[in-house]
Protein backbone atom coordinates (compact mmCIF):
# COMPACT_ATOMS: atom_id res chain seq x y z
CA UNK A 1 0.00 0.00 0.00
CA UNK A 2 0.56 3.61 0.51
CA UNK A 3 3.96 5.11 1.99
CA UNK A 4 3.51 8.25 4.20
CA UNK A 5 6.88 9.83 2.72
CA UNK A 6 5.55 10.26 -0.94
CA UNK A 7 3.68 12.92 -2.24
CA UNK A 8 0.12 13.10 -2.93
CA UNK A 9 0.59 12.17 -6.85
CA UNK A 10 3.37 9.62 -6.03
CA UNK A 11 0.55 7.78 -3.41
CA UNK A 12 -2.45 7.70 -5.73
CA UNK A 13 -0.08 6.04 -8.57
CA UNK A 14 1.55 3.39 -6.28
CA UNK A 15 -0.73 2.97 -3.52
CA UNK A 16 -1.39 -0.60 -4.72
CA UNK A 17 -2.38 -4.15 -3.86
CA UNK A 18 0.23 -6.70 -3.10
CA UNK A 19 1.07 -8.70 -6.11
CA UNK A 20 -0.21 -11.97 -6.82
CA UNK A 21 2.32 -14.79 -7.67
CA UNK A 22 1.57 -13.75 -11.31
CA UNK A 23 3.76 -10.68 -10.72
CA UNK A 24 1.13 -8.31 -12.86
CA UNK A 25 1.98 -4.56 -12.84
CA UNK A 26 -1.73 -3.16 -13.04
CA UNK A 27 -3.99 -4.39 -10.07
CA UNK A 28 -6.11 -7.33 -11.19
CA UNK A 29 -9.72 -7.19 -11.43
CA UNK A 30 -11.31 -9.03 -8.39
CA UNK A 31 -14.94 -10.10 -9.62
CA UNK A 32 -15.79 -12.63 -7.15
CA UNK A 33 -19.04 -12.61 -4.90
CA UNK A 34 -17.09 -14.61 -1.87
CA UNK A 35 -14.15 -15.67 -0.76
CA UNK A 36 -13.05 -19.30 0.19
CA UNK A 37 -11.76 -20.40 3.86
CA UNK A 38 -9.20 -22.83 4.56
CA UNK A 39 -11.07 -24.94 7.32
CA UNK A 40 -13.42 -25.28 9.54
CA UNK A 41 -11.50 -22.98 12.02
CA UNK A 42 -10.55 -20.48 9.68
CA UNK A 43 -14.08 -20.21 8.65
CA UNK A 44 -15.61 -19.32 12.52
CA UNK A 45 -12.13 -17.29 13.47
CA UNK A 46 -13.36 -15.35 10.25
CA UNK A 47 -17.19 -14.63 10.99
CA UNK A 48 -16.23 -13.88 14.44
CA UNK A 49 -13.85 -11.03 13.22
CA UNK A 50 -10.89 -12.36 14.76
CA UNK A 51 -9.58 -12.17 11.81
CA UNK A 52 -9.08 -9.51 8.92
CA UNK A 53 -9.66 -10.97 5.94
CA UNK A 54 -12.29 -10.95 2.91
CA UNK A 55 -15.43 -12.91 3.75
CA UNK A 56 -18.13 -11.45 0.93
CA UNK A 57 -17.77 -8.84 -1.75
CA UNK A 58 -20.69 -6.95 0.33
CA UNK A 59 -18.63 -6.59 3.46
CA UNK A 60 -15.25 -6.32 1.70
CA UNK A 61 -13.32 -6.82 -1.62
CA UNK A 62 -9.75 -6.19 -2.28
CA UNK A 63 -10.53 -3.28 -5.28
CA UNK A 64 -12.68 -1.73 -2.99
CA UNK A 65 -10.14 -2.12 -0.36
CA UNK A 66 -7.58 -0.87 -2.49
CA UNK A 67 -9.74 2.22 -3.34
CA UNK A 68 -10.92 3.09 0.46
CA UNK A 69 -6.90 2.95 1.10
CA UNK A 70 -6.21 5.40 -1.74
CA UNK A 71 -9.12 7.84 -0.33
CA UNK A 72 -8.23 8.00 3.23
CA UNK A 73 -4.55 8.75 2.40
CA UNK A 74 -5.39 11.70 0.39
CA UNK A 75 -7.59 13.05 2.95
CA UNK A 76 -5.54 11.71 6.07
CA UNK A 77 -8.21 9.53 7.52
CA UNK A 78 -8.34 6.78 9.36
CA UNK A 79 -10.72 4.34 7.66
CA UNK A 80 -13.52 4.46 4.95
CA UNK A 81 -16.53 2.87 3.40
CA UNK A 82 -17.41 2.37 -0.04
CA UNK A 83 -20.75 2.34 -1.81
CA UNK A 84 -22.71 2.73 -4.31
CA UNK A 85 -23.22 5.65 -5.47
CA UNK A 86 -22.75 9.28 -3.91
CA UNK A 87 -26.13 9.46 -2.27
CA UNK A 88 -26.10 6.23 -0.87
CA UNK A 89 -22.95 7.25 1.01
CA UNK A 90 -24.99 10.46 2.03
CA UNK A 91 -27.92 8.56 3.45
CA UNK A 92 -26.13 5.37 5.03
CA UNK A 93 -23.89 7.93 6.97
CA UNK A 94 -26.77 9.55 8.37
CA UNK A 95 -28.45 6.13 8.64
CA UNK A 96 -25.80 5.00 10.86
CA UNK A 97 -25.02 7.60 12.94
CA UNK A 98 -28.69 8.79 13.88
CA UNK A 99 -31.17 7.51 15.97
CA UNK A 100 -34.95 8.53 15.65
CA UNK A 101 -35.40 11.69 17.66
CA UNK A 102 -31.84 13.43 16.62
CA UNK A 103 -31.32 16.54 14.84
CA UNK A 104 -28.99 17.82 11.89
CA UNK A 105 -27.71 21.18 11.74
CA UNK A 106 -26.93 21.90 8.12
CA UNK A 107 -26.04 24.46 5.51
CA UNK A 108 -28.82 25.58 3.59
CA UNK A 109 -27.10 25.18 -0.02
CA UNK A 110 -27.06 21.35 -0.71
CA UNK A 111 -27.60 19.02 -3.25
CA UNK A 112 -31.31 18.88 -4.35
CA UNK A 113 -30.98 14.82 -3.53
CA UNK A 114 -29.66 15.35 -0.29
CA UNK A 115 -32.20 18.62 0.88
CA UNK A 116 -35.20 15.83 -0.44
CA UNK A 117 -33.19 13.14 2.29
CA UNK A 118 -33.81 16.08 4.94
CA UNK A 119 -36.89 17.09 4.31
CA UNK A 120 -38.75 13.94 2.65
CA UNK A 121 -37.42 10.92 4.09
CA UNK A 122 -35.59 11.37 7.41
CA UNK A 123 -38.41 12.84 8.80
CA UNK A 124 -40.19 9.14 8.45
CA UNK A 125 -37.94 8.18 11.11
CA UNK A 126 -38.66 11.43 13.59
CA UNK A 127 -35.06 12.44 12.81
CA UNK A 128 -35.30 16.82 11.67
CA UNK A 129 -33.18 19.13 10.36
CA UNK A 130 -32.36 23.01 10.38
CA UNK A 131 -30.95 24.31 8.24
CA UNK A 132 -28.11 27.74 7.82
CA UNK A 133 -27.63 30.23 4.95
CA UNK A 134 -23.75 29.91 3.87
CA UNK A 135 -23.43 33.48 5.14
CA UNK A 136 -24.57 33.41 8.40
CA UNK A 137 -22.45 30.81 10.55
CA UNK A 138 -22.33 33.18 13.18
CA UNK A 139 -25.80 31.77 13.62
CA UNK A 140 -25.02 28.45 13.71
CA UNK A 141 -25.27 27.92 17.79
CA UNK A 142 -28.73 29.48 17.51
CA UNK A 143 -30.27 26.23 15.96
CA UNK A 144 -28.35 23.39 18.28
CA UNK A 145 -30.79 21.49 20.38
CA UNK A 146 -29.90 19.23 23.28
CA UNK A 147 -30.82 16.49 20.56
CA UNK A 148 -28.38 17.85 17.52
CA UNK A 149 -25.83 14.92 16.47
CA UNK A 150 -24.31 16.18 13.58
CA UNK A 151 -22.90 19.34 11.85
CA UNK A 152 -23.35 19.09 7.76
CA UNK A 153 -21.90 21.03 5.21
CA UNK A 154 -21.21 20.77 0.85
CA UNK A 155 -17.99 23.02 -0.05
CA UNK A 156 -17.38 24.35 -2.64
CA UNK A 157 -21.71 24.17 -2.40
CA UNK A 158 -23.82 22.83 -5.13
CA UNK A 159 -24.88 24.34 -7.67
CA UNK A 160 -24.02 28.08 -6.32
CA UNK A 161 -20.48 26.93 -5.50
CA UNK A 162 -20.39 29.09 -2.36
CA UNK A 163 -17.54 28.13 -0.02
CA UNK A 164 -17.69 27.83 3.63
CA UNK A 165 -15.12 28.31 6.37
CA UNK A 166 -14.42 24.84 7.33
CA UNK A 167 -12.22 25.53 10.49
CA UNK A 168 -14.97 28.11 11.67
CA UNK A 169 -17.81 24.97 11.50
CA UNK A 170 -15.29 22.30 12.88
CA UNK A 171 -14.81 24.99 15.93
CA UNK A 172 -18.91 25.20 16.32
CA UNK A 173 -19.05 21.56 16.12
CA UNK A 174 -16.13 20.65 18.83
CA UNK A 175 -17.98 23.43 21.24
CA UNK A 176 -21.12 21.79 20.97
CA UNK A 177 -19.74 18.08 20.81
CA UNK A 178 -21.56 17.35 17.10
CA UNK A 179 -19.98 15.36 14.18
CA UNK A 180 -18.72 17.25 11.92
CA UNK A 181 -19.37 15.95 7.82
CA UNK A 182 -18.20 17.76 5.19
CA UNK A 183 -19.34 16.93 1.13
CA UNK A 184 -15.90 16.74 -0.14
CA UNK A 185 -17.20 16.39 -3.75
CA UNK A 186 -16.64 19.66 -5.48
CA UNK A 187 -13.47 19.96 -4.28
CA UNK A 188 -11.43 16.42 -4.61
CA UNK A 189 -9.17 15.65 -2.23
CA UNK A 190 -6.77 16.90 -4.72
CA UNK A 191 -7.62 20.64 -3.67
CA UNK A 192 -8.57 20.15 -0.07
CA UNK A 193 -8.45 18.31 2.76
CA UNK A 194 -11.67 19.08 5.45
CA UNK A 195 -9.89 16.56 8.00
CA UNK A 196 -7.02 18.67 8.19
CA UNK A 197 -9.84 22.11 8.89
CA UNK A 198 -11.23 19.75 11.75
CA UNK A 199 -13.97 17.58 10.15
CA UNK A 200 -14.94 14.14 11.48
CA UNK A 201 -15.96 12.80 8.46
CA UNK A 202 -15.41 13.50 4.66
CA UNK A 203 -18.19 12.46 2.13
CA UNK A 204 -17.44 11.93 -1.98
CA UNK A 205 -19.43 11.36 -4.70
CA UNK A 206 -16.70 9.16 -6.66
CA UNK A 207 -19.04 9.69 -10.09
CA UNK A 208 -17.50 13.24 -10.42
CA UNK A 209 -14.16 14.22 -10.40
CA UNK A 210 -12.77 11.32 -8.63
CA UNK A 211 -13.73 9.06 -11.75
CA UNK A 212 -13.57 12.06 -13.66
CA UNK A 213 -14.42 10.17 -17.05
CA UNK A 214 -18.43 10.02 -16.70
CA UNK A 215 -18.26 6.24 -16.52
CA UNK A 216 -18.86 4.93 -12.79
CA UNK A 217 -21.60 5.71 -9.63
CA UNK A 218 -19.78 5.01 -6.83
CA UNK A 219 -19.85 6.99 -3.22
CA UNK A 220 -17.30 6.60 -0.36
CA UNK A 221 -17.58 7.89 3.31
CA UNK A 222 -13.78 8.65 5.20
CA UNK A 223 -12.89 9.62 8.92
CA UNK A 224 -11.87 8.35 11.94
CA UNK A 225 -12.15 4.34 12.71
CA UNK A 226 -14.67 4.73 15.44
CA UNK A 227 -17.35 6.29 13.10
CA UNK A 228 -16.41 4.22 10.16
CA UNK A 229 -17.17 1.37 11.75
CA UNK A 230 -20.33 1.99 12.61
CA UNK A 231 -21.47 3.49 9.17
CA UNK A 232 -19.86 -0.32 8.31
CA UNK A 233 -21.73 -2.11 10.53
CA UNK A 234 -24.46 -0.20 9.32
CA UNK A 235 -23.69 -0.90 5.49
CA UNK A 236 -22.92 -4.68 5.47
CA UNK A 237 -26.31 -5.88 6.56
CA UNK A 238 -28.15 -2.87 4.43
CA UNK A 239 -25.91 -3.85 1.42
CA UNK A 240 -24.87 -0.65 -0.64
CA UNK A 241 -21.68 -1.55 -0.79
CA UNK A 242 -19.64 -0.46 -3.99
CA UNK A 243 -19.23 -3.19 -6.58
CA UNK A 244 -15.62 -4.66 -7.33
CA UNK A 245 -15.76 -3.06 -10.82
CA UNK A 246 -16.74 0.25 -10.18
CA UNK A 247 -13.77 0.60 -7.18
CA UNK A 248 -11.13 -1.07 -9.66
CA UNK A 249 -12.30 1.68 -12.34
CA UNK A 250 -12.21 4.51 -9.97
CA UNK A 251 -8.64 3.34 -8.32
CA UNK A 252 -6.76 3.86 -11.41
CA UNK A 253 -8.80 6.94 -12.07
CA UNK A 254 -7.45 8.23 -8.61
CA UNK A 255 -4.01 7.79 -10.46
CA UNK A 256 -4.70 10.67 -12.99
CA UNK A 257 -7.09 12.85 -10.49
CA UNK A 258 -4.14 15.81 -9.91
CA UNK A 259 -3.22 16.00 -13.48
CA UNK A 260 -6.71 16.26 -14.20
CA UNK A 261 -8.40 18.22 -11.88
CA UNK A 262 -4.71 20.90 -12.27
CA UNK A 263 -6.46 21.14 -15.87
CA UNK A 264 -10.21 21.45 -14.71
CA UNK A 265 -9.20 24.51 -12.54
CA UNK A 266 -6.97 26.01 -15.43
CA UNK A 267 -9.49 25.91 -17.69
CA UNK A 268 -12.45 26.86 -15.28
CA UNK A 269 -10.62 30.02 -14.21
CA UNK A 270 -10.14 30.87 -17.57
CA UNK A 271 -13.86 30.56 -18.25
CA UNK A 272 -15.07 32.19 -15.50
CA UNK A 273 -12.91 35.54 -16.36
CA UNK A 274 -13.73 35.62 -19.79
CA UNK A 275 -17.68 35.60 -18.61
CA UNK A 276 -17.16 38.07 -16.00
CA UNK A 277 -16.90 40.91 -18.49
CA UNK A 278 -19.53 39.67 -20.99
CA UNK A 279 -22.61 41.96 -21.60
CA UNK A 280 -25.12 39.46 -21.60
CA UNK A 281 -24.08 37.77 -18.04
CA UNK A 282 -25.59 39.27 -15.23
CA UNK A 283 -23.08 37.68 -12.72
CA UNK A 284 -20.43 35.09 -12.55
CA UNK A 285 -19.28 32.37 -9.26
CA UNK A 286 -15.84 30.95 -8.88
CA UNK A 287 -14.29 30.13 -5.40
CA UNK A 288 -10.51 31.85 -6.88
CA UNK A 289 -12.58 34.61 -8.75
CA UNK A 290 -11.57 37.90 -6.40
CA UNK A 291 -15.29 39.25 -7.19
CA UNK A 292 -16.75 35.69 -5.05
CA UNK A 293 -18.03 36.93 -2.02
CA UNK A 294 -15.96 34.35 0.16
CA UNK A 295 -12.69 34.35 -2.28
CA UNK A 296 -10.52 34.37 1.45
CA UNK A 297 -11.86 31.68 2.80
CA UNK A 298 -11.61 29.62 -0.83
CA UNK A 299 -7.49 30.40 -1.21
CA UNK A 300 -7.40 29.52 2.70
CA UNK A 301 -8.64 25.88 2.36
CA UNK A 302 -8.29 25.04 -1.55
CA UNK A 303 -5.42 24.46 -3.39
CA UNK A 304 -7.47 25.81 -6.67
CA UNK A 305 -10.83 26.91 -7.44
CA UNK A 306 -12.25 23.77 -8.52
CA UNK A 307 -14.39 22.75 -11.94
CA UNK A 308 -17.81 24.85 -11.36
CA UNK A 309 -18.35 27.97 -12.66
CA UNK A 310 -21.89 29.62 -11.92
CA UNK A 311 -23.54 32.57 -13.91
CA UNK A 312 -26.55 33.94 -14.47
CA UNK A 313 -27.64 34.87 -18.01
CA UNK A 314 -29.75 38.03 -18.31
CA UNK A 315 -33.49 37.98 -19.74
CA UNK A 316 -34.06 34.92 -16.77
CA UNK A 317 -35.64 31.69 -17.87
CA UNK A 318 -36.48 32.55 -21.41
CA UNK A 319 -32.96 33.34 -21.85
CA UNK A 320 -31.50 30.50 -20.37
CA UNK A 321 -33.73 28.18 -22.63
CA UNK A 322 -32.36 29.88 -25.46
CA UNK A 323 -28.87 29.50 -24.31
CA UNK A 324 -28.58 25.88 -23.58
CA UNK A 325 -30.49 25.27 -27.26
CA UNK A 326 -27.82 27.15 -28.76
CA UNK A 327 -24.62 25.13 -27.01
CA UNK A 328 -23.45 22.89 -29.94
CA UNK A 329 -20.22 21.01 -28.56
CA UNK A 330 -21.01 20.95 -24.67
CA UNK A 331 -23.01 18.03 -22.94
CA UNK A 332 -26.59 19.21 -21.65
CA UNK A 333 -25.99 16.82 -18.77
CA UNK A 334 -26.54 16.72 -15.38
CA UNK A 335 -23.57 15.02 -14.35
CA UNK A 336 -20.21 17.12 -13.55
CA UNK A 337 -16.26 16.42 -13.00
CA UNK A 338 -16.53 15.09 -16.46
CA UNK A 339 -13.51 15.49 -19.26
CA UNK A 340 -16.29 16.69 -21.13
CA UNK A 341 -17.79 19.80 -20.51
CA UNK A 342 -21.41 20.11 -19.14
CA UNK A 343 -23.72 22.87 -18.79
CA UNK A 344 -26.99 22.47 -16.71
CA UNK A 345 -29.57 24.37 -15.92
CA UNK A 346 -30.77 23.59 -12.14
CA UNK A 347 -33.66 25.33 -11.80
CA UNK A 348 -35.14 22.61 -14.43
CA UNK A 349 -32.87 19.98 -13.38
CA UNK A 350 -31.11 19.19 -10.07
CA UNK A 351 -32.80 21.53 -8.19
CA UNK A 352 -36.51 21.21 -9.89
CA UNK A 353 -37.95 19.41 -6.83
CA UNK A 354 -37.77 22.70 -4.64
CA UNK A 355 -39.92 25.30 -4.72
CA UNK A 356 -39.12 29.00 -6.25
CA UNK A 357 -38.55 30.61 -2.65
CA UNK A 358 -36.45 27.34 -1.67
CA UNK A 359 -33.95 27.84 -4.68
CA UNK A 360 -34.33 31.40 -4.26
CA UNK A 361 -33.14 30.81 -0.54
CA UNK A 362 -29.69 28.66 -1.98
CA UNK A 363 -28.77 31.37 -4.22
CA UNK A 364 -30.46 29.74 -7.71
CA UNK A 365 -32.13 31.84 -9.94
CA UNK A 366 -34.33 31.05 -13.06
CA UNK A 367 -31.48 32.14 -15.31
CA UNK A 368 -28.73 30.35 -13.26
CA UNK A 369 -26.38 27.75 -15.50
CA UNK A 370 -23.47 25.49 -13.58
CA UNK A 371 -20.76 24.67 -16.18
CA UNK A 372 -18.94 21.84 -15.49
CA UNK A 373 -15.57 22.71 -16.94
CA UNK A 374 -13.73 19.70 -18.51
CA UNK A 375 -10.36 19.09 -20.04
CA UNK A 376 -11.28 20.32 -23.92
CA UNK A 377 -8.94 23.33 -24.97
CA UNK A 378 -10.20 26.40 -23.08
CA UNK A 379 -10.90 28.50 -26.15
CA UNK A 380 -13.12 26.14 -27.85
CA UNK A 381 -15.23 25.99 -24.28
CA UNK A 382 -15.59 29.82 -24.57
CA UNK A 383 -15.97 29.64 -27.97
CA UNK A 384 -19.62 27.18 -28.02
CA UNK A 385 -20.54 29.62 -24.68
CA UNK A 386 -19.74 32.61 -27.07
CA UNK A 387 -22.22 31.27 -29.62
CA UNK A 388 -24.58 30.39 -27.05
CA UNK A 389 -25.03 33.92 -25.51
CA UNK A 390 -24.80 35.40 -28.71
Same mark, same amino acid.
Given at each position: MG??????? =????? %??LN??E *?? !? /? #????Y???????????????S?????Q???????S????SE?I??????E???????F???????????A???D??DH??S??????? =?HS?F %??????W *?I !? /? #?????D?VE????L?????????A???T????DV??????????K????????D???????LQ?PIK??????????????DG???????????????????Y?F?R???????P???W???K?????S?????????????A?????H???????YP??K???Q?????KQM?A???V????V???????Q??F????M????????D???????PA?T??????T????????T??M?????GL???D???????QA??
Open positions: NEKNKFE =TNAIR %TQRT *NL !E /H #SVPLLTSSFVFEDAEDMRAFAEEKRNVYSRYNPNSFEKVCQMGAEAGYAASGMSAVFSTFALLSGIVARSVFGS =TL %TNFLPK *N !E /H #SYFKVEKISQIRPNTKILYETPNPGVLDMEALADIAKHNLTFIVNCFASPYQSGADLVIHSGTKLMQGRVLAGITVGSSELIDKIRSITGPSLSFNAVLSSLETLVRVDRHCENALKLEYLEGAKVNWVKFLSHPYEIAKKGGCVAFEKGGLAAGKFDSIQLSLSANLGTRSIVTHSTHSKLTEERSETGIDGVRVSVEHVDIIRDIELG
